[in-house]
């Protein structure tokens, strides 16, 4: 949520010293490269800061709260594998010209409900795990 506020805040930003007027959220988030950028925005910020973390196989908020990304077999994760994981998780909610939203939050609500292993689209696709660390 923070990033997503300070991604928005640049991009209207940018938005005012490339038009040079003032465009309404709304209006501002119809342009699809708006939405692009915003995906981008809210990437790189995300990476920025919990790249220490990524070692750990941890975000800031993961940290915070106990867990780690683990390999579905249990091992250790690489910091490339947890790289990739968090881009799919980021990415897969720019695919809304082929998955509605509505429909990938719903799939990700059934895999918290009835997976084994509460394991998330973004989990299935990079063959990793939310454990408990502590």
């Known amino acids: 949520m923070v990033f997503s506020v300070i991604s928005i805040i640049l991009l209207y930003l940018y938005n005012l010293i490339r038009y040079q007027e003032i465009y309404s959220f709304g209006h501002m988030m119809d342009m699809e490269y708006n939405r692009v ?3 981008i925005l809210n990437t790189v910020l995300f990476l920025i800061v919990n790249w220490s973390f990524f070692r750990e ?3 800031l ?12 077999n249990g091992f250790k994760a ?4 947890v790289v990739i994981r968090q881009i799919f998780y980021s990415y ?5 010209f082929i998955i509605p939203p509505i429909l990938l939050f719903a ?5 918290l409900k009835f997976h084994p292993c509460k394991r998330l689209l ?3 696709i990079a063959g990793t795990m939310v454990i408990q660390k502590y």
């Open 37 to 39: 950028l915003l995906s």
């Open 57 to 59: 196989g941890q975000t």
């Open 78 to 81: 690489s910091m490339i594998t």
């Open 122 to 124: 973004h989990d299935l």
């Open 61 to 72: 908020g993961m940290r915070f709260v106990g867990t780690q990304i683990v390999m579905k």
């Open 107 to 111: 799939i990700n609500g059934l895999l």
């Open 92 to 96: 897969l909610g720019m695919m809304t």
